[in-house]
Nanobody, 115 residues
Framework: QVQLVELGGGLVQAGGSLRLSCAASGSIFRLRSMGWYRQVPGKQRGLVAFISSSGTTNYADNVKGRFTISRDNAKNTVYLQMSSLKPEDTAVYYC?????????WGQGTQVTVSS
């Protein structure tokens, strides 16, 4: 059974940076594309960043140039480096496969950006 555990959220001022990590159990991690998603109350969860098993990345338009997704297959971990954070980046951030599986949504990690 795969488990995904997100860490690294917190409170940061606008313009600041945070690094999120997502540790995955199970041996299939390195074979799967992964994504970081975020959700604010009252809105649907949306894809923020994507990384394929071979390292190809893609980003939502509103985070391009500010966020960087990476992965370390030896550690079964995917990261999201977030810079130049804006108040509108405030959300609960989740990692999951891409496309996501409903079986593997974790608790997420709260990111709050103050103005």
């Amino acid at each position: 059974q795969v488990q995904l555990v997100e860490l690294g959220g917190g409170l940061v001022q606008a313009g600041g940076s945070l690094r999120l990590s997502c540790a995955a159990s199970g041996s299939i991690f390195r074979l799967r594309s992964m994504g970081w998603y975020r959700q604010v109350p009252g809105k649907q969860r949306g894809l923020v960043a994507f990384i394929s098993s071979s390292g190809t990345t893609n980003y939502a338009d509103n985070v391009k140039g500010r966020f960087t997704i990476s992965r370390d297959n030896a550690k079964n971990t995917v990261y999201l480096q977030m810079s130049s954070l804006k108040p509108e980046d405030t959300a609960v951030y989740y990692c999951n496969f891409a496309p996501p599986s409903n079986d593997y949504w974790g608790q997420g990690t709260q990111v709050t950006v103050s103005s």
